[in-house]
């Protein structure tokens, strides 16, 4: 009785000749890994620079949330469709290694910003270079793996959202800890350069060594849906949107959660260390070493977790198992988030973000799967990509800004950035619960209808 309840093409052959051997497909995923890892670190070290930028550059907390938002996310979404069209048809390590390189060059750019004119325009090129990644890598790694392993890759892949932050708030603590106090520098051919702008250039530094591990990586065969039509060559963005079409209800609940899981981390990763150092005034390398372990140890445990929990649900007939662990992190972290940026002491704040980051964590790599599992390879990256531009615009921009946006307009009080952080986070586990439960029947069926 068992057997009927675990659908015949679920679980294809791990052995099937067209995915590269194991070792082969587990040592990609984790060089993209540790490729992620780094884009986060790029991408968040503003967070600890927040104090240091608004006393240079004069900017108040909405100009800052633009920094670590909207500047990154334009040009990140902007061209995600056409990298993601490229990640379809030309070779994705090739296309990776390039945009390690951009992004890496314009962090370090940061270094020479005198305004938040020319600071803007840098992370805007960050963004550029990053927009790369994500529907490269995860064409290349649905390609390396069966169906019922493919939740536990992306979160093993998605680990570098974790690794990274907490590497960004421990190094960056450390680095800003450290040099806050220097005298401002004179660098060759770069001129003064402030302890910030420092921060930037060594940060940016590694990329090039990352370019070179991504160099390593094999190019895996592009796996085809059997008797379809598509190629690499006949496949365009008109072929996507068609595909699209016919997946809309599930895409567009796709969407909603990934958005709305990005707007509560977001929020999170870019405003705890400020709310911490206001609020309870700890030293900023201690603010990077209790929130970057956290990060590092817990939400890579969390990833972990929920991978191996959607792969076990799919396992055992769930189709919406990617889905299910997305509600069980909502719900989660409403219980524990919102009253941690509430809570009156460190002591309560402290206990309750370690279950916070937990369930935040555990759906990021099931629910970059879910979009895996319901379309052909040859629209995968134009169609991850679809869905990272509204991840960025609505997460990344919306969770970054908001915070600062009802500290500056709501609350008047830089003090309230605790509460600002909890109405964030409620509002995204809200509409995103909902989410799941109106679009997981849609859901369902397109993921039925992949395996025919």
């Known amino acids: ?109 940061g270094c020479i910003a005198r305004s938040f004119t020319t600071l803007i325009l840098a992370r805007m090129g960050v963004g550029v270079g990053e927009a790369t990644l994500a529907p490269a890598a995860f064409s290349l790694i649905a390609d390396s793996f069966p169906r019922d392993r493919l939740s536990s890759a992306l979160s093993v892949y998605s680990m570098g959202v974790q690794v990274g932050a907490g590497l960004a708030l421990v190094l960056g603590g450390l680095i800003v800890q450290t040099v806050t106090h220097m005298p401002p520098l004179d660098v060759p051919i770069l001129g003064r350069m402030a302890a910030w702008q420092l921060t930037f250039l060594l940060v940016g530094a590694p990329g090039i060594f990352i370019a070179l591990l991504v160099s390593t990586i094999r190019e895996p065969p592009r796996s085809r849906a059997s008797g379809s039509e598509l190629t690499p060559q006949n496949v365009g963005f008109s072929r996507a949107v068609f595909e699209i079409r016919l997946r809309w209800r599930s895409t567009l609940g796709i969407c909603i959660i990934l958005a709305t899981q990005a707007m509560s981390n977001y929020a999170f990763s870019s405003w705890c260390p400020a709310f911490i150092e206001r609020v309870h005034h700890w030293p900023k390398s201690q603010i990077g070493l209790f929130l970057g372990s956290l990060n590092i140890v817990v939400g890579c445990l969390g990833l972990i977790c929920g991978g191996r929990l959607a792969d076990h649900w799919l396992r055992r007939g769930a189709a919406d198992a990617p889905l299910r662990v997305g509600l069980v992190g909502y719900v989660g972290v409403f219980m524990t988030l919102v009253p941690a940026m509430l809570a009156p002491s460190i002591g309560m704040t402290m206990t309750l973000l370690v279950p916070a980051v937990f369930c935040m964590s555990l759906p990021i790599g099931t629910l970059f799967a879910s979009i895996q599992m319901i379309y052909p390879n040859e629209v995968r990256g134009t169609v991850s990509s679809m869905a990272i531009i509204v991840l960025n615009l609505v997460g990344l921009s919306v969770g970054a800004l908001l915070p600062g946006l009802l500290c500056d307009k709501i609350f008047h009080s830089e003090l309230m950035l605790g509460p600002a952080i909890a109405a964030t986070v409620a509002l995204a586990a809200f509409i995103g619960s909902a989410a799941v439960l109106v679009f997981r029947g849609a859901y369902c069926r397109d993921f039925r209808a992949s395996t025919t």
């Open 1 to 109: 009785m068992r057997q009927s309840r675990k659908p015949a093409t679920v679980s294809e052959n791990p052995s099937d000749p067209g995915y590269p051997t194991r070792v082969a497909a587990w040592y990609s995923v984790f060089v993209l890994m540790v490729c992620y890892t780094f884009s986060f670190i790029d991408r968040l070290v503003i967070a600890f620079l927040v104090t240091p930028l608004k006393h240079d550059l004069h900017l108040t907390d909405t100009q800052i949330g633009l920094l670590q938002g909207f500047a990154f996310a334009m040009f990140y979404s902007i061209l995600g469709i056409p990298f993601g069209l490229a990640a379809d048809r030309v070779n994705r390590r090739r296309l990776i290694v390039l945009g390690v390189t951009a992004w890496s060059l314009m962090t370090s750019l």
